[in-house]
């Protein structure tokens, strides 16, 4: 039986990225827009596509401070019953 250890998807997902860029670069230069008007859009798009990723990786930090209190709240609730089975067993 084969397995699947997800190595494909992640070159299927480069070969989809760099067909997407490749074909935004042909589409730029068959556009018919001045070079002008094309550098601004092009700028706006940077611009746009950098807020994305900060927001983006201000959720995956808030995310992970999440994860993390969750776990630590866990950890401390599993040493108290620990602590209280322990307790009982000795009573």
Known sequence: MARDDG????????????????GAA????????????????????????????ADAAQKGRQAISQGRETVATAIERGREAYQQARSRENA
């Open 26 to 53: 042909v589409a730029l230069l068959y556009a018919p827009v001045t070079g002008r008007e094309t550098r601004e859009y092009l700028g706006e798009k940077a611009r746009e596509g950098r807020d994305r990723a």
């Open 7 to 22: 190595t494909g998807a992640g070159s299927v997902l480069l070969a989809f990225l760099l067909g997407a860029v490749s």
